[in-house]
């Protein structure tokens, strides 16, 4: 029986594997899905941006249930610098377990198997009514679910979104997101006489400006900051360039920037450094600092960009600002100093703010914008989406809480993640909405080791068929 689901299921997901289908180049997996609907659903809407949502009627007996929504993204994230084959199929292959490409790509399981799930369900049980609504674009910022129209979700109770990447969690909740950008004119006078150095920090844990910001790891930037403020204190210098950090939403793992002192300052550098580094040695145990002496850059920042620059860095609020009220073990709000740059003549600072308290997200964003705007920069929010209130009593989460107790013999993790998810738009169009997500075992989502734990899809799926036949 096992068996037959897996290889099911499979059959399913092979069809997603032969049509490319990054974020915004959905539109041939759209229309075949659509295609594919017209079997089993009473109408169905395709949207300009290729957002599905269909009504499936009820199996025979079970016309007056309640109508669950089965929900799942279409796109992929194809991994940094590694294509599918030249026509853009994935090629996968079965080993110890797990569904994989063996490194030649991403996988796309992140949301395909939840997809190829869908259409098994459909194949197979007796269900209640159902409504499916299949999205673009969640990988970049979940713009599909943001531009769906609400009558996707209207009249309906229950939604289930299908992303989840781990078997025994049921989340019932997601923080929502700000990005902020900050930038400045970047101002340049001639390089002073003195001895020049290149000071790298490198070797720190990074990570997700989301699942990791509670592991109170060090970041890069705001290290490197504070060694030059602790400097400053001791001779004077002009810094050359500072960057680091590579995105808005990861904890920055390295960063460098170039100065030139009046007098040598090897010795104070090293000694500030391991001071500081040493705060991070549980988190950060390889973290390392260089200081190599260089030749003399011509032209040097401005002192006031230099102080804006290390007030900017000083004085914004970065970590976890507040946990949970009362789930345990959640962080609430939080914030990260992603990224110091140089572009377009101007020095940028990208941030990502992370609430399930709006005024909390206000209130770290308001501090923000008063540091910045002090030191002379402007501020602009790039991308704003809301949180997913976590819904802790939930009808639906008690009968699958039951029924996976029951599949599996233990309760499963309840929990609201520091991270984005589709629910947090759904359940705006539709204030009475409950969501869960929930999903199969799936590892290093996006990277060429992506993979789907086979033994995972059983139980998922007998959960899921045993809920919609009574919702
Ligand atoms: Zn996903």
Redesign the pocket.
Known sequence: MDLQIINGVLDEFYKLCEIPHQPKNEKQLSDMLKKYLEQFAKNITQDDLGNIWADIPASDGLENMPCVALQA?IDMVYAVGINPDKNGKIITKIENGYLTTGGKSSLGA??GAGVAVIFWLLKNIKHSPLRIILTVQ??IGLIGASKISSESVENINYLINL?GFSANRLIIGAAGGMREHFSRPMQFVTSPAGKSYEITISGLSGGHSGFDIDKNRGNAVLILGEILRKLQTKTPFAVAYFNGGEAFNAIPYTSSVKIITAISAKDTLENISSEILNRYKQTDSSARVSIIECESPEKVWSGELLNSVLTVLGGFANGVYQMHETLENTVSDSSNLGRIYEQDNELCIDTMIRYMDEKACQALHQSHILVAGMCGFTSVVRTHYPDWKPQTNGTMLNKITELYTAEHGCSPEILAQHVGLEPSYFTKHNKDLECICMGMDIYD?HAPSERLKLDSIPPFVRILSKFLQNP
Request: one cysteine or more; a negative charge; glycine letters at 0%.
């Open positions: 993204h992140d949301c969640e990988e992303d989502c």
